[in-house]
């Protein structure tokens, strides 16, 4: 997500057709998300991906990961980075919450400045290599620093290549997040996962018909009862360890009670009333690269003040209680070893970490 293809409103600033804050719903139409991306690849040998996408070479230190805490697509690439540990090969910026009429902005940093590509707002990093760029200005975006210019915004894609591609740099005991052997299972339960709730909350928020929503609405609960009952089963969503799909899935979870139950109107259950989608959740949460890369106070500024169509007045609520997501989940006794043979990461990275009280909290008990 982003100020990007989520976004049906046109920008006035440079005349070109990409999305802004404010309006996300077509009136009488469904959602439809615009997945057309830029299809560059980071590859191990430079070379051309396998369908002829375009080829940058793996070398450390050479890109920057935009990555706002706030967007669910972005929120993978963060967590990918730090399970297989290439903070010290692709460097971290992280614009703020909310964006303006352009794109996100790095008003985080020092004088609103991105401290190592020196721009104010991802959209320089687009204009630097397409001026004009038509599309939607979106995070995650991998950006070679030398030249300043975006290599890829393709979120899908660069998850699958940091586990793939980036294997020289990854830390000791990295989990292999797309095993050979399970790649065609991960591939499937991955497109459902997408199609049906990770873009089908989005189908729900951003519907611009009852009809519309109410097909929505249905489509989601199915794939949400679809998922809660074969993790009733099974530990983790595809084999015995942690996937590509497991943090796919996770940061849609973490957004669901405080965003999209009661924004997006996905409000049949809240996540804390499904038993096993709830323990997975937490299971995920508490393992390190999840929970400690999940910003709650951002998720729940960006929604509700970006999204002004849905909730003009622009207040962000106080809820939900956030302290159960430490609570223990149980979920051990269906087997798995998150790691497999490999080992949780370290501390997150100084500078990188949650601030306090943005993320959960333990339940504090009455003394009386």
């Known amino acids: 997500m982003s100020q990007d293809t989520d976004s049906k409103q046109k920008a006035s600033d440079s005349g070109a057709d990409h999305s802004t804050r404010g309006a996300y719903v077509t009136g009488g139409a469904e959602f439809t998300r615009d997945t057309n991306y830029i299809e560059d690849r980071i590859t191990s040998d430079g070379k051309p991906g396998a369908n002829g996408e375009p080829g940058?070479?793996?070398?450390?230190?050479?890109?920057?990961?935009?990555?706002?805490?706030?967007?669910?697509?972005?929120?993978?690439?963060?967590i990918v980075r730090r399970l297989l540990g290439l903070e010290d090969a692709i460097s971290l910026g992280q614009p703020g919450p909310t964006h303006d009429s352009r794109s996100w902005t790095f008003d985080l940093d020092p004088g609103g400045v991105d401290p190592v590509l020196g721009i104010e707002r991802i959209q320089d990093a687009y204009f630097t290599r397409f001026p004009g760029?038509?599309?939607?200005?979106?995070?995650?975006?991998?950006?070679?620093?030398?030249?300043?210019?975006?290599?890829?915004?393709?979120?899908?894609?660069?998850?699958?290549?940091?586990?793939?591609?980036?294997?020289?740099?990854?830390r000791s005991g990295a989990p292999d997040l797309y095993p050979e052997h399970l790649r065609a299972e991960i591939d499937h339960v991955n497109k459902r996962?997408?199609?049906?709730?990770?873009?089908?909350?989005?189908?729900?928020?951003?519907?611009?018909?009852?009809?519309?929503?109410?097909?929505?609405?249905?489509?989601?609960?199915?794939?949400?009862?679809?998922?809660?009952?074969?993790?009733?089963?099974?530990?983790?969503?595809?084999?015995?360890?942690?996937?590509?799909?497991?943090?796919?899935?996770?940061?849609?979870?973490?957004?669901?009670?405080?965003?999209?139950?009661?924004?997006?109107?996905?409000?049949?259950q809240k996540l804390t009333e499904m038993p096993a989608l709830w323990g997975y959740a937490r299971d995920l949460f508490q393992t390190p690269g999840f929970g400690d890369t999940t910003d709650f106070v951002q998720i729940k500024q960006h929604y509700y003040i970006v999204h002004?169509?849905?909730?003009?007045?622009?207040?962000?609520?106080?809820?939900?209680?956030?302290?159960?997501?430490?609570e223990a989940h149980g979920r051990e006794a269906l087997g798995g070893r998150p790691f497999g043979d490999g080992?949780?990461?370290?501390?997150?990275?100084?500078g990188e970490e949650v601030l306090p009280g943005h993320g959960a909290a333990p339940r504090v008990e009455s003394a009386f």
Do not use: M
């Open 343 to 350: 080992n949780p990461p370290g501390p997150v990275r100084a």
């Open 56 to 78: 940058w070479p793996v070398e450390t230190g050479r890109y920057r990961l935009i990555a706002a805490r706030a967007c669910p697509w972005a929120n993978r690439t963060v």
């Open 133 to 170: 760029y038509p599309r939607g200005i979106t995070v995650p975006a991998l950006v070679d620093v030398p030249s300043g210019a975006v290599v890829t915004n393709n979120f899908p894609q660069i998850t699958l290549d940091f586990s793939t591609e980036w294997k020289a740099f990854h």
């Open 308 to 326: 002004e169509d849905i909730n003009p007045t622009g207040i962000v609520p106080a809820g939900p209680d956030l302290s159960g997501w430490l």
């Open 193 to 268: 996962v997408f199609t049906e709730v990770n873009n089908g909350v989005y189908r729900c928020g951003f519907a611009g018909s009852q009809d519309a929503y109410n097909a929505a609405y249905d489509r989601l609960w199915t794939a949400l009862d679809w998922l809660e009952e074969r993790l009733s089963g099974q530990r983790f969503l595809v084999g015995e360890t942690i996937t590509e799909t497991d943090v796919r899935l996770f940061t849609t979870l973490a957004r669901f009670d405080a965003v999209y139950h009661g924004h997006f109107k996905c409000n049949r």
